[in-house]
Structure formats: C-alpha cells, structure tokens
C-alpha cells in the first residue's frame, strides 16, 4: 500500500495533515446533484480513503445537496480522532440544480448547522466561504458574510475558516477579520495565475488547497505530460499531482474520485519523485496550454 506520508505534512488550523487528502464532490449524482449512482460504492471510497492514512477531506453541504455529507457520516463516523473535515459555505442549490449565492447572515447560519446536523459534529473543523462574485475569482468585499462566520466561530460553532475563490486582495481584507487557516482555488500545473500567492502564503503558513474542474486533468492533456507520466510509467493525473506536491509545501491536495481503483492511484502520486529536468519540461506546459473556461459554477464550484 502506498504511504502517502511520504508527501509530508502541512499545518490546516491547528492540526498537521498529510499533504494528500480526498475531495468528496465526485460521490454525488452527476452534475453534483443527486444521489450516486453507486451508494456502496460511494461508502467504499470514503473507508478506502481513511484506511490508506487519508486524514484531510474536503466537503460541502451543497453537494447532492446534503448527499455527500450524508454519506460521510454513514461512511465514517464516529471519526477517527486525526480526521479534519473541511466544507464550504456560501451557496445553495436550486431545485433545477442550479448553484445560487448563499451569503446573508441567516442562509450562512443555516448552511453551518445545516452541515453539522448532516456531518454529526458539535463544530466544524474547518468551514471555507466560497466567493460567488464571479464563476473565478473577481473583486468584491467579504466583510459581511466572514464577518458572520467569524461571529459563528466565537460561538464555538466553527474552529477554523478558509476562503474558497479568492483574490489576494480579498484574502488581506479577511485577515483582518478573523485568522485565515487556508485558501483554495483553481491551480494546476497549467493554470498558474495564484503562483505570487502560493508562495506569499507559504512564508505565512497558510496552507493553500488547489481544486480542479469537474472531470480531473482533462484539459492538461498534452504530449509533454503523457510523455513524462510514461517514462516514469505513471498516469498523467499522478505526474499533475506530483508536481503540486513538489510546487510548494504548503499545498493540500483534494483529488477526488468516486472509484476506489482511481483513489489508490491518486494517492500512489506520493511515491513519485520528479527529477528536475522533468519539472523544467511540466513548468513548460502554463504557457503552451490555455485554461479551460469556466462553464459555470456547476463545473467550477469545489
């Protein structure tokens, strides 16, 4: 079995995790929505995750929605006592599986018990607000709704709050409302606008969390990648990972599957080891591959 500790660990809030973790999104009904195809399959997963030495998964209530955090409980609890659940706030699903912004002070109250009810926890390890100005990051002032969760966490509802789709600019106005245990955005090897802030919150301690569109690596398929992933004879999704985890250390990845076969080679990305020539070649591939559009937060919501 492949010892993903060898990816080393980071600290989210005030505990250390592993840097490779699982992304539950994929365990819902296509488009998010819904309920699996495969239940059991869906419970083996998330057993397969944490009986690998998974302790980092990454949730929201808007999935299904309530389904995937449903299933995390039927899955795993009571918890093992190293596991951190992290989810998001800040939108809802339409009846038509539409994703709508969630950010007044009653919607984000009621998504916080909403996700205790579901999860059975008295608090939430961690609860990232996820920006809906825009289907990427765009400007607009968070002090309203952070300032809601903040005052949620003095409750000793929340222990830590992250940001989800946020601008450097917008990651500074939260600091100064309440501490900040992680950023997650949109980042690969191909999609590299967040590098400056990467490597900011590295020097802060601030763990950042790379998520990806529906569907993995897709459009990082390129000759480069498929021709470094056979020479190491890995897949390209473990080669992408590897990178992440050689990028920078305070990166927290959350690849997510709902197929206990692609889970473990996820998670075999920890024993890869890529020489330096070889990240040359994959540092290459930002300015030869344009990203894939956003099509929409039903694509692009993490």
Known sequence: MTDIKKSG???LGDRKV???GYGA????GPGVFGPPKDHNGAIAVLREAVASGVDHID?????GPYVVNKLIREALHPYPKDLVIVTKLGAQRGADGSWNPAF???ELTSAVHDNLRHLGVDALDVANLRLMFSHGPAEGSLEAPLTVLADLQRQGLIRHIGLSNATAKQIAEGRRICEIACVQNYYNLAH????AMIDDLARDGIAYVPFFPLGGFTPLQSTELSDVAQA??????????????????NLLLIPGTSSVGHLRENLAAADLVLPSDTVAVLDRIASGIAP????????RVA
Do not use: C, N
């Not at 949730?59 to 999935?63: E, G, K, L, Q």
């Open 9 to 11: 660990t980071f600290k």
């Open 18 to 20: 592993k840097r490779l």
């Open 25 to 28: 999104m994929q365990l819902a």
């Open 59 to 63: 949730t929201s209530d808007y999935y």
């Open 104 to 106: 007044s002070a009653e």
């Open 192 to 195: 590299r606008p967040d590098d």
């Open 232 to 249: 190491l004879g890995a897949t390209p999704m473990q080669v992408a990972l590897a990178w992440l985890l050689q990028r920078a250390p």
């Open 292 to 299: 894939a559009p956003l099509r929409g937060h039903g694509i």
